[in-house]
Every structure is written in C-alpha cells, then in structure tokens.
C-alpha cells in the first residue's frame, strides 16, 4: 500500500495575524517560518513526502529550497486549498497537517500516516480546530472555529487521535502561552 501524500497547507510567512497583540510582524514571520521549518524536518524524518498547498511565491520558493512539492493554491481559503491538494492526490491516501504545531514529530507524523492509509483520522487541536486529518478519496472539509466538531460529524467512524503533538497550534496567544520557549527563541 502506498504511503500518504502529506499535504501542508501555508497561505504566507506574514500570517499569524491573531498573534499581532503580542508579536510584530517580523515575529509572526519568524515564527511562522520556525513552525513550518519543524514541521517540514518531521515529515522527511518520518520518510514521507510533503507537499505545500500556496498561493505565495515566498511560500513556493522555500517549500522547493525545502525539497517539497508544491500545489498552488487557488483561492477559496483554507478549505479551499485541502480541496485542491486532495484533489490533485486523487484516490491515494492524503493527511493535511498544518503548520503551526510546535510538538509535531516524525514519529507522531509516522503513526498518523499510518493509519490514515486504511481509516479517516481526526487530531482536534486544544481549541476545537483540526490540526491533523487523513484518509483517501474526497472529504467535505469545513475549516474554521470549531470545526474538528464538523469534520467528525462527516466521518463519525473515523479515528480520534488526541496529543500534545497535534492538540497544541499556535494561532492565537492562548497556543504562545502553551509553549514559552518559542518566545524565547524570537
């Protein structure tokens, strides 16, 4: 059986704008790029390929430098991006993660890939959102507040993986508090 496309959806390095209270934008960027950095070491440790969905040329050029894959992104937010990178998988196994998990590693990478290439799985981040989500063929995806509650209602079969690895985003000041030595590390 083939292994799972991994898809990392990354609108631009100057996002995080829920963070702007507490960080500038040079910060947010920093961060940003230190989160999809990680996130990017995880996925090649676990020896998976990434692809990054993206319509920011900054974006595309470091996915590259990065040796992923890219798939543009055409509009639609960021449920319109899955669509797209799931579409371009086709029937193969895909797993979306996204890029502001500061605990991700290559073997919690490793173990969702796994089983996503025979189930839907299902990470909530600590806020209610999806952090993580695989399976095969199409999903009707419905990103935004509370929406890890959406995607299980479409896949209530599916398995639930709970951790820190996956439970913890950084997207607001709440996910910052959570891991204080990425403050450190600005």
């Not at 050029?61 to 055409?74: F, G, K, L, N, Y």
Request: aromatic fraction near 6%.
């Amino acid at each position: 059986m083939n292994q799972p496309a991994v898809l990392v959806p990354i609108r631009s390095f100057t996002g995080m704008t829920r963070l702007s209270e507490t960080l500038d934008s040079d910060e947010r960027s920093r961060l940003s790029r230190i989160l999809a950095s990680r996130l990017l070491t995880a996925i090649a440790t676990a020896g998976l390929q990434t692809t990054v969905i993206t319509a920011s040329d900054e974006v595309a050029t470091w996915a590259r430098q990065q040796s992923a894959a890219v798939c543009e992104d055409q509009g639609g937010g960021l449920t319109g991006a899955v669509h797209a990178g799931v579409s371009m998988v086709g029937s193969s196994p895909w797993l979306v993660v996204h890029a502001d998990l500061p605990l991700v590693t290559a073997h919690a990478i490793a173990a969702v890939a796994e089983a996503c290439r025979s189930t839907t799985v299902i990470a909530p981040s600590y806020d209610g959102g999806t952090a993580v989500i695989g399976g095969r063929g199409s999903f009707p995806f419905s990103y935004g507040v509370g929406s890890f509650q959406r995607h299980y209602a479409s896949a209530p079969n599916a398995t639930v993986i709970i951790s820190p690895e996956f439970g913890i985003d950084i997207d607001t000041e709440r996910g910052l508090e959570l891991v204080p030595e990425l403050l450190r590390k600005r």
